[in-house]
């Protein structure tokens, strides 16, 4: 069951995007002004709204730990706020003075991108806030971006319906018509799927349009294969534009992909199935957005109002029940770890697993003994300047346990990596 619980009717025009953090709300108007609400209560914080665009704001998001704000503009600038006494941070403008539509926080909050109506894309490094690469599309207004869960890739949509795929260095890989009648929204799903054809995994990718359609895409890139954009089905049938799609916040919350249309809201169970038609709203549905650590969804409208909406528990067991069985269990093949292995990063080790016939189940049980003793997998992260000089001294043990190294290729510790990132972002000056 899904239940309206609160209904925010602070902002005086369209209600263009909004935006969760853990503890927090974020909305954006055509009024020029972001406003900042508790989840606790739905109270407004104290220093909002927030103030300093001169013209209509377009889209709003918060850096992975939710301290920064981010917020851009037709006036042609990328705004960071200090989420906490609401005080700008930096003031970032569009090289050309572009109205700028909309702005992501990379997953490792290390940059954030800038997409503006003269079809340039602008990344931003989030410490320095100077600008660190861009790029452009041949035609049309960017008016949507996201980046794959990894950070690898960054995806933007165009007013012309196209879907271009850049790397991290902002080259662009791949480009191709979506949408005949113009993107409106792209989402990523944070969970790797198995795409059944090779010994990877994939990530989904919702796009949504003009042309009353949200298609499902898969994603993949490897330095192996290189880029793939697989096209794999349509949700068709409406009868107006879809101006969002989200995937629920990990991916796996309730399997499905919201879209929203005409003045009603549609909640799908594996991009396949609807569950839910939302139809509290008065005018077009232009945003949602996925609460990241409990069953909220929250959606604006150019009738000026945010809607606040609640899964119960038993709809998130009904949502999970099907694709559940397909992710992180004792059903695993071998061949299903070897992708999760992949996706993750560690594809040097996908030869071990294979040597000792991990599947699902013996996934679950291992140890950090069996991964020391038994795969000679040590567990331990090291600094990549130490590691290599270990390594250049012709030592191929583990610093820590003395074995003997499998592998002397050296993987980045991911998640590491972005807890860093984000502990530099809280403390920074």
Wanted: charged fraction near 20%; charge should be negative.
């Amino acid at each position: 069951m899904v239940k309206l619980i609160h209904t925010l009717g602070d902002h005086g025009d369209d209600v263009n995007c909004c935006a969760f953090s853990i503890s927090l709300l974020a909305t954006c108007s055509l009024d020029k002004t972001i406003r900042l609400y508790s989840l606790s209560d739905f109270t407004e914080l104290p220093h909002s709204p927030l103030k300093f665009h001169t013209y209509a704001v377009h889209c709003c998001c918060f850096s992975p730990s939710g301290h920064i704000l981010a917020s851009c503009s037709t006036d042609g600038t990328t705004v960071l706020w200090n989420t906490q006494n609401g005080q700008t941070l930096a003031v970032m403008e569009q090289p050309s003075g572009s109205p700028v539509r909309i702005c992501q926080f990379s997953p490792d909050s290390t940059c954030v991108a800038s997409g503006a109506a003269d079809g340039t894309i602008v990344l931003w490094n989030a410490q320095s806030y100077k600008l660190y690469r861009c790029g452009s599309v041949k035609d049309g207004s960017l008016v949507a971006c996201a980046f794959s869960p990894n950070g690898n890739l960054l995806v933007t949509g165009s007013s012309c319906g196209d879907l271009t795929v850049w790397d991290d260095k902002m080259r662009c890989l791949h480009s191709e018509k979506a949408h005949d009648l113009g993107i409106t929204c792209c989402d990523f799903s944070s969970q790797p799927v198995s795409d059944g054809e090779q010994d990877l995994q994939f990530f989904r990718l919702a796009s949504c349009g003009q042309d009353c359609q949200i298609k499902i895409w898969v994603v993949s890139f490897t330095h192996v294969l290189g880029f793939e954009l697989k096209y794999k089905s349509t949700l068709s049938g409406h009868c107006a534009p879809v101006l969002a799609c989200a995937f629920s916040h990990d991916g796996r919350m309730l399997h499905i992909l919201s879209g929203l249309l005409d003045k009603a809201v549609f909640v799908f169970q594996n991009t396949e199935n609807i569950l839910y038609t939302l139809t509290q709203h008065t005018r077009y549905v232009t945003t949602c957005a996925f609460a990241p650590n409990v069953l909220l969804l929250a959606t604006g409208s150019m009738d000026k109002t945010v809607n606040i909406w609640q899964f119960d528990v038993e709809t998130l067991c009904q949502a999970r029940s099907t694709e559940d069985q397909l992710k992180f269990t004792e059903d695993w093949s071998e061949e299903d770890v070897s992708m999760w292995l992949c996706a993750q990063g560690l594809k040097d080790l996908v030869g071990i697993f294979k040597k000792n016939n991990i599947d699902g189940k013996e996934l679950l049980n291992l140890t950090k003994e069996i991964l020391a003793d038994d795969l000679k997998i040590d567990g331990y992260s090291y600094e990549r300047e130490a590691m290599e000089n270990w390594i250049s001294k012709k030592k191929r043990t583990s610093p820590m346990t003395n074995l003997v190294l499998p592998s002397l290729v050296l993987t980045p510790n991911r998640t590491l990596k972005m807890a860093i990132n984000r502990w530099l972002e809280t403390h920074q000056k």
